[in-house]
């Protein structure tokens, strides 16, 4: 890593006066020796970056005029402009002694999105750095070229270990490392694109808890060319007071080298439990049994159908235990055995269905996940596809709690015949394949008059007050403008090396696939959002 010192910086830094300024762009150099410079009314000064903060740029600017427009430019070797920024910046705060941390190239560091309404009271965790959604991060890794090579080459080796990576998350106020946090690629289906998803796991044990998000995912949003369609579905489990990862969009380097445009979310491990399920508290002090469903066998899916007390009786592929919470060691799937065959000996037809399942089941928290898989189309998801889930055992609660997870696959993205349905059907189709019921979404929400009442309220208050495209469509307008050059950086990069899959979206597949059809995805996210929000009231009549 290049580390260029000026000498004299810390003088100059300590010799400031009233006008002086900092200066702070993020960029890489095209060559070893190249760096970036700032030119304030034609007079170039040089940036400096140091091991500790590459690639953030950065100098102080003496008896610079704060109202002064400036350009970052990118200089060679020699120290000569080879690039410079298209348009002029200047500082908006008036008493501003520096710039955010500003990338180069990038006119707007912060964006403000339409707020989108709270139409049930927030359940988001304590907010953290790593989730400001306004602006968009830099993610800088290094790790030994070889083996990450090799990683990236060998991506559908899910057994391989976690690599070790230097981590650097740097946005306009912040910059923050770890000398070592464990890397590898992540997901399932996203592992056949040339464009990857990664996790990185930091050592709490060290103290770096990366804003008390300890276990990320970089999510590569592979099969959706407007990156979009994930943020929108978290944006609307927010609004509706389900409990769900937050998200933020970066942009990540791997040993100077462009990555990809990714969505930053947590992992669903326990440290999100904590922070997410527990409000952050410290109890209690053992958490909850964790599992986790997965449909990637084929033919099984992970439909909670009891199929025996025993953990050998459930294909570990389909379910896994994450955290063991009462269970012992040898029988880690017991605790939830247990509840799914409360689940196959309940009658649906008995009045009471939400007490009886209130005192089981989180019962707010799993309609709210269903009325979102339901809208979106998630036919990935729980619902359709006994997939991407999770069932938490809250001890505090005594109760188990639903946990949605990866909405990638929404909005129309996929197996539209079997999605684009109304809700009844799409719950009674579950009932039809045989030994693929899913007990929990047909025994509840469409057999159990209760129940389904209830669903149905959280359905048409959802439609009318977030699910619509009055709503959505200036939130999405403002996504697109926010998000398109990135879009565009990652459309231009090239993976042709890497194995796997590339759907070869462009940016006009971007801007299209929000308002119409493109290759493969047969509803625009706009027109989907219409397809429901009007079909929808219809159903309900
Ligand atoms: C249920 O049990 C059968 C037979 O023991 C097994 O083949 C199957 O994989 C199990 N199903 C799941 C989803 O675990």
Do not use: C
């Not at 009786?313 to 247990?338: H, R, W």
């Not at 505090?396 to 996929?414: E, V």
Request: no cysteine; proline share 6%.
């Amino acid at each position: 890593m290049r580390s260029l010192i000026i000498p004299g910086l810390l003088a100059l830094v300590a010799s400031s006066a009233l006008a002086d300024v900092v200066y702070n762009v993020i960029g890489y150099p095209d060559t070893d020796k190249g760096a970036f410079g700032v030119v304030i009314n034609n007079k170039l000064t040089p940036l400096t970056t140091t091991e500790a903060t590459f690639p953030l740029w950065s100098a102080n600017v003496v008896g610079a005029n704060p109202s002064s427009g400036y350009r970052y430019v990118k200089l060679n070797d020699q120290g000569a402009i080879v690039d410079k920024e298209k348009f002029l910046r200047r500082i908006t705060t008036v008493k501003a002694r520096n710039t955010p941390n500003e990338f180069y190239q990038r006119q707007n560091t912060f964006a403000t999105f339409p707020s989108l309404p709270q139409v049930y009271p927030s359940v988001r965790p304590k907010s953290s750095k790593a989730f400001d959604d306004t602006q968009i991060a830099t993610i800088h890794l290094t790790a030994d070229p070889a083996i990450f090579a090799d990683m990236v080459a060998n991506p559908l080796d899910e057994e391989r270990k976690a690599i070790k990576a230097g981590f650097r998350f740097i946005n306009a106020d912040t910059v923050y490392s770890a000398a070592e946090v464990k890397l590898k690629v992540s997901g399932h289906g996203s592992r056949k694109f040339k464009k990857l998803s990664l996790r990185i796991k930091f050592n709490d044990d060290k103290g770096d808890t990366f804003f008390d998000r300890p276990i990320i995912k970089l999510r590569s949003q592979s099969s959706e060319p407007t990156f979009m369609r994930e943020k929108l579905y978290i944006d609307s489990l927010n609004a509706i007071g389900a409990r769900t990862t937050q998200a933020a969009w970066v942009r990540v380097y791997v040993n100077n080298k462009p990555f990809g445009f990714h969505l930053l979310v947590e992992d669903i491990e326990t440290p999100f439990i904590r922070t997410t399920f527990h409000d952050g508290s410290a109890e209690p002090k053992e958490l909850g049994s964790l599992y986790q469903m997965g449909s990637h066998v084929i033919g099984e899916e992970g439909t909670m159908i009891y199929n025996g007390s025993l953990t050998a009786n459930y294909n570990p592929e389909v379910y896994s235990n994450k955290n063991l919470g009462a269970n012992t060691k040898d029988e880690p799937i017991a605790q939830f055995a247990a509840f799914m065959k409360d689940l196959a000996e309940y009658d649906p037809t008995l009045a009471g269905g939400m007490k009886f399942w209130n005192t089981r089941l989180d019962v707010d928290q799993f309609l709210k996940s269903m009325v979102l898989e339901y809208l979106a189309g998630a036919w990935d998801g729980s619902w359709w596809k006994g997939n991407n889930y999770f069932m938490y055992f809250n001890p505090t609660q005594a109760r188990w709690q639903f946990i949605p997870t990866d909405f990638d696959s929404t909005f129309s993205d996929g197996n539209l015949a079997d999605v684009a349905v109304p809700y009844k059907q799409f719950a009674a189709s579950r009932l039809r394949r045989k030994g693929k019921d899913h007990p929990l979404v047909t025994k509840l929400i469409y057999k159990n008059k209760e129940i389904s009442k209830e669903f149905e309220k959280f359905l048409k208050t959802t439609v009318e007050k977030v699910f619509n495209n009055a709503v959505l469509d200036p939130r999405i307008a403002a996504y697109e403008k926010f998000i398109e050059a990135e879009a565009a950086w990652d459309f231009s990069l090239d993976r042709s090396k890497n194995p796997g899959k590339d759907p070869k979206y462009t940016i006009a597949t971007f801007h299209n696939s929000l308002t119409g059809p493109v290759t493969g995805i047969t509803y625009g996210v706009k027109p989907w959002i219409n397809y429901r929000a009007t079909d929808v009231p219809k159903q309900l009549k």
